[in-house]
């Protein structure tokens, strides 16, 4: 039988109740032994519905990780703190689960993969789209060669109108930014991913700031509030990587377009293209004729050898408890989320200055 893995959380917060508790509380070799949160109240109440009888509660993450019976740190505060939490976690000897995106800096990310480096443990990165049936499916046939060398690509992130306007997502100073670095960040995660190629030469952006100042406007979670919209409410990117190949991204949590995808992406390869924009489409030429083949998955999530389906959060969460009990390595490696990183901060700097960054 598998060892037990003794889990701390910090930040109980909406992606801690509606994504990680739920979905490490299902797995057998689990145990939710500590939780903390700058309001007490959310720690206490984390501890009880997902905790162990004897799980602990801290107003202070440090004291937390002083705890040397606690394996891993799940790390689900505001992006300002990811980094700071995630290397004092990792040089504490913890193996470290930071949600997306890595952190606000490239620095900040530097930092973190030092200390992953220097403390031998594992970290890495939320991004749990890349544990969706048609994201597992699309990776192995991009890994498989069927698309050849991809050499365009689209990053979709569009909301037409579903600005988050609950905790800190409108606070720039705490959030690094808005819907690029949200959401954004998911489908060049996904894009990167599928077309194995992490080397970006040059970036240009553009960042918008129109409908945010908009009053009683329309919007999924309520109207907001202008004067606390400090983010963007749409940004866009033309990345061009070192091997030629280009990657168009887009994001907005308000826009006039009823082009709406989200965490999606479009390949076009020397060999046939896919999207995920109705569906998973792969597409291409056989015998000098055009076809398209409408892939068909199981909505419900992904089915396994043991006959179980699970969400992307479930299997993501598995899997990364798996990589600590076997020593393997995570599907999402903090190098690769330090690329996403470095390009979103990229557009953020080209649209200040008005000019392409160079790496």
Known sequence: MSRTVKVGII??????????????????????????????????????????????????????????????????????????????ALN????????????????EARKMMAAANRSGKKLTIGYNNRFRSDSQYLQQ???????????????????????????????GEKQGGGPLIDIGTHALDLTLWMMNNYKPKSVMGSVHYKLSKKKNAANAWGPWDPEKFTVEDSAFGFITMENGATIMLEASWALNSLDVDEAKCSLSGTEGGADMKDGLRIHGENFGKLYTTNVELDAGGV??????????????????????????????????????????????????TGKAVYF
């Open 11 to 88: 930040g109980c917060g909406g992606i801690a109740n509606g994504k990680h508790m739920p979905s490490l509380s299902k797995l057998e070799h689990v145990e939710l032994v500590a939780f903390s949160d700058v309001l007490i109240e959310r720690a206490e109440k984390a501890a009880e519905e997902y905790g162990t009888a004897e799980a602990k509660v801290y107003a202070d993450y440090k004291v937390l990780l002083m705890d040397e019976s606690i394996e891993v740190i799940h790390v689900l505060t505001p992006n300002d703190s990811h980094a700071e939490i995630s290397v004092a």
């Open 92 to 107: 504490a000897g913890k193996h470290v689960m930071c949600e997306k995106p890595m952190a606000k800096t490239t620095e």
């Open 141 to 171: 046939v991009c890994e498989r060669g069927d698309l050849g060398e991809v050499y365009f690509a689209k990053a979709h992130a569009i909301r037409r109108r579903a600005v988050p306007t609950w905790g800190v997502f409108l606070d």
């Open 303 to 352: 089915a396994f050898y043991d006959g179980k389906k699970e969400s992307d959060a479930d299997l993501e969460a598995r899997m990364w408890i798996d990589n600590i009990i076997h020593d393997t390595t995570p599907v999402v490696k903090p190098e690769q989320a330090y690329v996403v990183t470095q390009i979103l901060e990229a557009i953020y700097e080209s649209a200040k």
